[in-house]
């Protein structure tokens, strides 16, 4: 089954743990993205991958890094996370980037 | 720059009702439509797209047309369901090809109730 897989699903940390949400696709596809949802404001780009060791910077990159060393993984890492990182983040990859496939998302509660 | 307007929900209506969700956008050129629906607990999926001017995009029953000279990608539905309560997502992307990227509205939470 084609899918993007998103872990974990649910977190609460504390402000300043460093973490990982990791992001996997079996769809063999060379574009991923990463996305937060929060109330009022949609979705946000923090950070898409063209392809293999080939990032950049979204809309709101600011507390987020990322790497692609395999095509089919695309992780999330905050290395200090603070409140207003409390978030519900998607990742997605295409073939294109206008027709994504979506994860299931990942609920992040930092305290 | 690019952006999406929808129409402020949340938006209730009774099953069987019309359904129409209101997009309008600003961007240059020609960039191609999307609409994504969210159901809860999940991940966005896409909906419908369309490509060019007058183009119609349907899927599920939704349908939208492109219209250029209103810059309008309105969604529509004939007769909704309880299961068509979702969060729906107007978004455009200027070009399908190198490092152009979605641009969502802030969606528009639809509720049918029985």
């Known amino acids: 089954e084609a899918q993007v897989t998103q872990n974990p699903r649910y977190l609460i940390t504390v402000t300043g743990k460093k973490l990982t949400v990791t992001c996997s696709q079996n769809?063999?596809?060379?574009?991923m993205s990463w996305y937060r949802q929060d109330p009022g404001l949609g979705l946000r780009q923090i950070y898409y991958?063209?392809?293999?060791?080939?990032?950049d910077k979204g809309d709101v990159p600011e507390g987020y890094k990322v790497s692609r060393k395999e095509k089919r993984n695309f992780p999330l890492i905050l290395e200090s996370p603070s409140p207003n990182q409390t978030s519900l983040y998607f990742c997605?990859?295409?073939?294109?980037?206008?027709?994504?496939?979506f994860g299931e998302g990942s609920r992040l509660t930092v305290l | 720059g690019n952006s999406v307007t929808q129409m402020e929900g949340p938006v209730t209506l009774s099953e069987e009702a019309f359904l129409t969700i209101n997009c309008t956008y600003t961007a240059t050129g020609y960039p191609s439509l999307f609409w994504y629906v969210q159901y809860p607990g999940e991940g966005l999926q896409l909906l419908l797209k369309?490509?060019?001017?007058?183009d119609k995009g349907s899927n599920k029953g939704f349908e939208a047309t492109y219209r250029k000279e209103t810059t309008s990608f309105h969604l529509e539905k004939g007769s909704v369901q309880v299961s068509d309560s979702a969060v729906y997502f107007c978004a455009l992307i200027r070009s399908n090809f190198g490092n152009e990227k979605l641009t969502f509205g802030t969606g528009t939470r639809l509720t049918i109730i029985p």
């Open positions: 997605a990859s295409s073939f294109s980037p206008g027709e994504l496939f």
């Open positions: 369309a490509t060019k001017a007058d």
């Open positions: 769809m063999n596809h060379e574009y």
């Open positions: 991958s063209m392809n293999v060791e080939v990032t």
